[in-house]
């Protein structure tokens, strides 16, 4: 079974340009997660989808964030313009079922590390 | 809402020596408890989990944790330590609600095992 996947794995980009990273759950997983994790330090969630519903995205800056999950499977996070202070890694993640209730267990892709210039 | 606290951010242990890794957490409802490991460059695995039952839970790698709900304690342990156990840890936390969604991670600790 396939594990969660993202791209890129390495972005460079100056300040004020976009960016964009994807991602693709673990088959069958209908929640799935977007945290950003700065050097040193835990997770912080961004957004969760069930499906394609977003429902929690209270620490999603929207002024410059904004996520979307077409069709309940995969995602894109997009960041317009990008600020020095976006450098990070930025980690989806996918929860499924056991026994029909969600556990709150998470897979984890590799992440997408973000330098801003 | 819920809060998780690792107090030690990094652990220095010579190898073959014993290692504990502490969690606290604060919630109003019932938790579930988990621990990743985090190696360089790479996303976050899973430990050991505790969702109910016997309070002590064993993982993979020899890591085991027990859960204690009176101290609102979730501390990792393992006997002895290898170098490839260098690594982030991380405690997490899910709570009750409508469902178990919602997870939250600690600030992690950086174990270092010293030859």
């Known amino acids: 079974e396939a594990g969660v ?7 460079i980009i100056e300040k004020k340009q976009p960016v964009a990273f994807w991602c693709n759950p673990i088959s069958g ?6 945290y950003l994790q700065n050097l040193g330090q ?23 964030f904004s996520a979307e999950r077409l069709k309940g499977v995969d995602s894109t996070l997009k960041i317009q313009p990008a600020e020095l202070g976006d450098s990070a890694v930025y980690l ?7 026994g029909g209730a969600n556990t709150g267990e998470l897979f984890f892709g590799e992440g997408s590390r973000l330098t801003v210039l | ?26 919630s ?7 621990w990743y490991v985090q ?9 050991l ?16 944790a027990e859960f204690n709900k009176s101290q609102t304690s979730f501390h990792l342990r393992k006997p002895s330590v290898h170098i490839s156990d260098t690594a982030e840890y991380f405690c997490a936390v899910s709570e009750s609600g409508t469902s178990y969604d919602k997870v939250i991670f600690g600030p992690g600790t950086s174990l270092s095992v010293i030859p």
Not at chain 2, 39 to 47: D, E, K, T, V
């Open chain 1, 5 to 11: 996947v993202q791209s890129p794995r390495y972005k």
């Open chain 1, 29 to 34: 997983h209908n929640t799935l997660y977007w």
């Open chain 1, 42 to 64: 835990g997770p912080e969630l961004l957004i969760r989808y069930e499906n394609e519903e977003a429902v929690d995205d209270s620490q999603l800056p929207k002024d410059r």
């Open chain 1, 92 to 98: 989806c993640a996918s929860s499924g079922t056991s």
């Open chain 2, 1 to 26: 809402a819920q809060s998780v606290t690792q107090l030690d951010s990094q652990v220095p242990v010579f190898e073959e020596a014993p290692v504990e890794l502490r969690c606290n957490y604060s």
């Open chain 2, 28 to 34: 109003s409802v019932s938790v579930y408890l988990f």
């Open chain 2, 39 to 47: 190696y360089p460059n790479q996303g976050l695995q899973l430990l």
């Open chain 2, 49 to 64: 989990k505790y969702l109910s039952g016997s309070t002590l839970v064993k993982g993979i790698n020899g890591f085991e």
